[in-house]
């Protein structure tokens, strides 16, 4: 910090003595520098360097009348009436979204823009904010600095472990102004309140479909690239959704906790037990009401009666070419997208 310093006093009197002033040269003026006697980081003001000192003492003499919550900022404290009050005074100019702070106005509207300012140094990747810059980061470093003092549990971001301190508290302070619902996080309400608005802000870049959540955007992306980024570290193979992961992984346990009464066999999911008892029972429930055949399950029913009714639901938006099932045209859609990215 002192060579910092130094460095910069150097550079500002090499720049005086290159200037002509009006009556010789500029009268130097240095304004002092408040220092930290805990942790020396240094302020040009007093109030800057009190208001620092908060973070090391604790202290939060700004309190909610509304819910009881204190902070050490009155800024944040207004900031925060503002989930009480509803208020939302900083509008986007594009879409006309109002935000209950400035800076969430400032990163909203680069989903407009698309601009992603901060990049990670390791990778490469660019982000709209800073603060999931620093959160990105900690995937190379795998840092997990904020921990739960109820449960243990750790967590990058501390937003995070804010929203999950609420599964112990029980604390539901965001509420859906048109249909009362509440939830523990802002997040998860924004994501609620676009079921009213029909607002999807997140484009695929490839085939254009919309979706309200960035995560859902995500998801969908990986039937264009094949992408498949949750691999198993027992056999190797990969998923794109880290659900699929957790389920293949329960087939490397050595046990098998759901058992058959009847013959004794063993299986790893409860739902597998009742589709292997059917052997036993001969059952099937389920029966088409135009040909008489039958079925264990209902969701094969389904998919049999498409032969009847020549229901062809789901629809490829590059060559239109139909199909019964949902997973079929999935696997359908890769063809086009390999034939895109191969090279000409």
């Known amino acids: 910090m002192e060579d910092k310093l130094c460095e910069t006093k150097a550079i500002c009197e090499i720049q005086s003595n290159n200037i002509d002033f009006p009556g010789g040269k500029m009268k130097e003026k240095e304004k002092p520098l408040h220092h930290c006697d805990i942790c020396k980081k240094s302020f040009t003001t007093k109030s800057n360097l009190t208001t620092h000192k908060l973070i090391h003492t604790g202290e939060k003499k700004y309190n909610c009348n509304i819910c009881k919550k204190s902070f050490s900022r009155k800024g944040n404290l207004g900031a925060h009436k503002r989930i009480h009050t509803g208020e939302e005074p900083y ?60 449960c243990g549990k750790s967590f990058s971001i501390n937003s995070h472990l804010t929203t ?86 329960v087939i490397h346990s050595e046990e098998k906790l759901h058992h058959c009464d009847i013959c004794g066999k063993s299986f790893f999911r409860r739902n597998n037990v009742t589709r292997h008892k059917y052997i036993h029972m001969r059952e099937k429930p389920h029966h088409c009401d135009i040909c008489g055949k039958s079925f264990s399950e209902k ?24 199909f019964t099932q949902k997973c079929n045209l999935t696997t359908h859609k890769r063809i086009h997208y390999k034939r895109e990215s191969t090279p000409l």
């Open 91 to 150: 509008h986007c100019d594009i879409c006309g979204k109002s935000f209950s702070v400035s800076s969430s106005l400032t990163t909203h509207k680069r989903i407009h823009t698309g601009e992603e300012p901060y990049q990670c140094d390791i990778c490469k990747k660019s982000f709209s904010q800073t603060g999931t810059l620093t959160a990105h980061r900690r995937i190379h470093t795998g840092e997990k600095p904020y921990h739960c003092d109820i």
């Open 164 to 249: 999950h301190k609420r599964i112990h508290t029980g604390e539901k302070p965001y509420h859906c102004d048109i249909c009362g619902k509440l939830f523990s996080g802002n997040s998860s309400l924004n994501l609620h309140r676009r079921i009213h608005t029909g607002e999807m802000p997140y484009h695929c870049e490839f085939c254009g479909k919309s979706f309200s959540g960035s995560s859902d955007l995500t998801r969908h992306k990986r039937i264009h690239t094949g992408e498949e980024p949750y691999r198993c570290d027992v056999c190797g193979k990969s998923f794109s959704l880290s659900g699929n992961l957790s389920k293949h992984k």
């Open 299 to 322: 969701s094969s029913l389904n998919i049999h009666k498409c032969i009847h009714t020549g229901d062809k639901r789901y629809q490829c938006d590059v060559c239109h070419k139909s």
